[in-house]
């Protein structure tokens, strides 16, 4: 059975005259530890799918199933508990500016039943050496690079163990270095916990890392990048 | 995750998100402090205003007061014809009807000269109409003409009357008549009445010629003992003048009280007062965690994402706003603390500082900051997650 089950989603902000259709009948399947790529021009409803995917934004209009929940017309509170199986990566690192490296990646498990504060530490200090930033712990998001940041980010979105990891742009404000050490970083752990990934880019230099790559134009998947 | 969990971690989470912005948690402190501060004093003050008030009503003893309807405090008192205790014993069980006459006088300091209003209460000194060993043991020398006992704890402007007395025999004016002190009290000055001091009703009437020894302010009536003092004021109140108030010695009290309470508009002011001090506090406090919110919009967004719930974000500003009662408190009652020291110091009036007020400033303050809480979580609704991308 896939992970992610999208059909013919459709998905428009607005009403009346200002209606704007960002998703027109949208079909994908993703299969369990695949690692995906969608990518496609500005305005294409990519970041649209990923939230609509990811439980941040609610649709009404085709089936949208991940991880066996219906996602179309969904409470919020399923929604809610299906975020807690995925791991978001955005464009920025988005972390708590008042917490460690160590706390922020702690953030991910606090919602976690079952584990004490020391398991939390143990499990987040393993996942940010892998990483590359045990010498970092403690150190608050001012205090790192961009680079430095964004792997905290990636630790995050690992932590937990999700089931599928969503990323939205997670090279775009990173150097080229930076960036492939973080896609590359990201597909190890991935395969290691047998994560499914969707990755959203327009960075053609990552595409190799994906098992499989698509296009979404205007609304609708139209293939493979070429 | 079982609430007592998400209480903890939130409010770990709000401590650390607090902790991080040193300035802020710093202003938030102040202003928590600031209202803090006035609150207990405008309270302190409401509260030894009534307590220093009602102290000269409270050492009275008597089991049935009359004052004439139009008197609203002891210090303002509206004079009634004496011939009303006459009239008293009507009711056999009245054992004895005491006439007190009491108005404000010009004291000179017998030592710088200066004059000053104090309370000046005439009334047999057989009596025993005010409680206390010291008024009780000089009530032999006042039956002497022209003598009075003053009050010891009256502000110290009235001159150092003890002090001059242990050296020798001590003669000042009251209105500009001669008299002398022969002893001191201890009652302590009200709002109204910076000093006290006591004569004999006759010394009372040399001392204000004007004053007409028919017209009383107070008359004070004893019961013999085992009668029932209800029945006796029932009757007393339909047979007496119907301009008299016969009440029993808490009413009077409480009537004193009242009068400071409601009619006098400083009961008014303080509860004004503690009303601003409140509304300042939520104000800022409300600044404080909006702006804060505001600030970690982002954030909280991105904790949406990782999948915490909404409710959990309330936890997270309603802990904040209970830290931040806290830690404005502490610093608020260590500061009024000394300047319930410093009040006492200047007003010669006790204030204070009882575990049930510091307790009732607590909830007060605390109520304060979880509104202003409430109000500013509102602004967590605009946090969406699907903003992150
Ligand atoms: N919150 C919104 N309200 C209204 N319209 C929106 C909103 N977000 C996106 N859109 C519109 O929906 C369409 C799809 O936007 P989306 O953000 O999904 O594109 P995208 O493929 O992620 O683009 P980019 O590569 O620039 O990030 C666009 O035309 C955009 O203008
Ligand atoms: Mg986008």
Known sequence: ?226 | MSPVKAFFLASRLAWRQLTHEKANLFAAMLGVLFACVLVFMQLGFKDSLYASIIKLPVAMEGDLFLMHKQTEAIWRTVSFSRQQLKRAFALPEVEKAVPVYIWMAQWKNPDNKTKRTLQLLGYDPDTKLLKGKDIRENKKRLLMQDTLIFDNLSRPEFGPVEKMLSEQRLFTEINDHKVEVVGTFKIGPSFAADGNAITSALNFLRIFPERLPERIDLGVIYLKPGSNILTAQAFLQRRLDEDLNVMTHDEMIAAEMSYWQDNAPVGFIFGFGVVIGLVVGMVIVYQILFTDITNHLNEYATLKALGYPHYYLTFVVFTASLILAIIGFVPGLILSAALYRLSEGVLYIPMPLGLGKILTIFCLILGMCIISGSIAMKKLKSANPADMF
């Open chain 1, 1 to 226: 059975m896939p992970v992610i089950s999208v059909k013919n989603l459709s998905f428009s902000y607005g009403t009346g005259a200002l209606k704007r259709d960002a998703l027109k009948g949208v079909d994908l399947e993703i299969e369990k530890g695949e690692i995906v790529i969608l990518t496609g021009p500005s305005g294409s409803g990519k970041t649209t799918l990923l939230t609509v995917i990811g439980g941040l934004r609610a649709a009404f209009d085709g089936s949208v199933e991940v991880l066996g929940q219906q996602m179309i017309g969904a409470e919020e509170s399923t929604r809610v508990a299906l975020r807690q199986h995925i791991g978001f990566i955005f464009q920025q690192h988005n972390l708590l500016k008042s917490l460690t490296s160590l706390q922020n990646v702690c953030m991910a498990l606090e919602l976690r039943d079952g584990l004490s504060e020391y398991d939390r530490q143990k499990v987040a200090g393993e996942m940010l050496k892998s990483v590359g930033l045990s010498d970092f712990l403690h150190k608050k998001p001012d205090q790192l690079s961009g680079g430095q940041k964004q792997r905290v980010s990636v630790a995050r979105s690992l932590v937990a163990r999700p089931d599928i990891i969503l990323a939205d742009e997670p090279t775009a404000s990173l150097d080229k270095q930076n960036g492939q050490e973080i896609v590359h970083i990201l597909k190890r752990l991935a395969r290691e916990q047998g994560t499914t990934i969707l990755l959203v880019t327009h960075d053609y230099r990552i595409l190799d890392v994906a098992d499989r790559s698509l296009l979404l134009e205007d609304g609708e998947i139209t293939g493979t990048p070429t």
